[in-house]
Antibody, heavy 121, light 110 residues
Framework: EVQLVQSGGEVKKPGESLRISCKGSGYSFTNYWIGWVRQMPGKGLEWMGGIFPGDSDTRYRPSFQGQVTISVDKSISTASLQWSSLKASDTAVYYC??????????????WGQGTVVTVSS | QSVLTQPPSASGTPGQRVTISCSGSTSNIGSKSVNWYQQLPGTAPKVLIYYDTQRPSGVPDRFSASKFGTSASLAISGLQSEDEADYYCATWDDSLNGWVFGGGTKLTVL
């Protein structure tokens, strides 16, 4: 079964760092784009960026460039999203999603279960 | 303000047919395929339609979609109570060089 399993929910304080992960299984991890999508409380979906595990080609939505880092560890079929200094406005559910093929604009067809990140003092 | 425009809400009674629109531009819907997602409360989005009109296996044929120019629409026929969810359109935007989503449409089954 093709699936993406994300790391568990996190509660952090402003200024702290955080890395959340997304592990792929049931398919050739290096051949498909992984995207990260944010959903703030009560709001819609927003693409943050993505990475192609095969060559680590990484794209960011301009508003997220410099705010987060997307990375991948091919050896463990895991993509990561990290913050160096969290803000309260980073409170959201974060989803990883797999592209249907090797093109960055192919549909995001398999989604992880989501990771809830809460940032509060 | 989302790049793709959807109505914030839609409603229908069981058995009815409802449609949800998605309006974009030449840099997104006009040049790339549209995908539709269903998000049930408290769950991850699930793809209903990809490549404008194709249904993944397991998606009932009550769900269909179309595209014309820079607009797309999702149709749900034979509405059921379990269709009550948020629906999002999405596509790649060549100008932004990234994925864009509609603001979402909350479907209520009366």
């Amino acid at each position: 079964e093709v699936q993406l399993v994300q790391s568990g929910g996190e509660v952090k304080k402003p200024g702290e760092s955080l890395r959340i992960s997304c592990k792929g299984s049931g398919y050739s991890f290096t051949n498909y784009w992984i995207g990260w999508v944010r959903q703030m409380p009560g709001k819609g979906l927003e693409w943050m960026g993505g990475i192609f595990p095969g060559d680590s080609d990484t794209r960011y939505r301009p508003s997220f460039q410099g705010q987060v880092t997307i990375s991948v560890d091919k050896s463990i079929s895991t993509a990561s999203l990290q913050w160096s200094s969290l803000k309260a406005s980073d409170t959201a559910v974060y989803y990883c999603a797999r592209g249907r093929s090797g093109r960055v604009y192919d549909p995001l067809d398999i989604w992880g279960q989501g990771t809830v990140v809460t940032v509060s003092s | 303000q989302s790049v793709l425009t959807q109505p914030p809400s839609a409603s229908g009674t069981p058995g009815q047919r409802v449609t949800i629109s998605c309006s974009g531009s030449t840099s997104n819907i006009g040049s790339k395929s549209v995908n539709w997602y269903q998000q049930l409360p408290g769950t991850a989005p699930k793809v209903l339609i990809y490549y404008d009109t194709q249904r993944p296996s397991g998606v009932p044929d009550r769900f269909s979609a179309s595209k014309f120019g820079t607009s797309a629409s999702l149709a749900i026929s034979g509405l059921q109570s379990e269709d009550e969810a948020d629906y999002y359109c999405a596509t790649w935007d060549d100008s932004l060089n990234g994925w864009v989503f509609g603001g979402g449409t909350k479907l209520t089954v009366l």
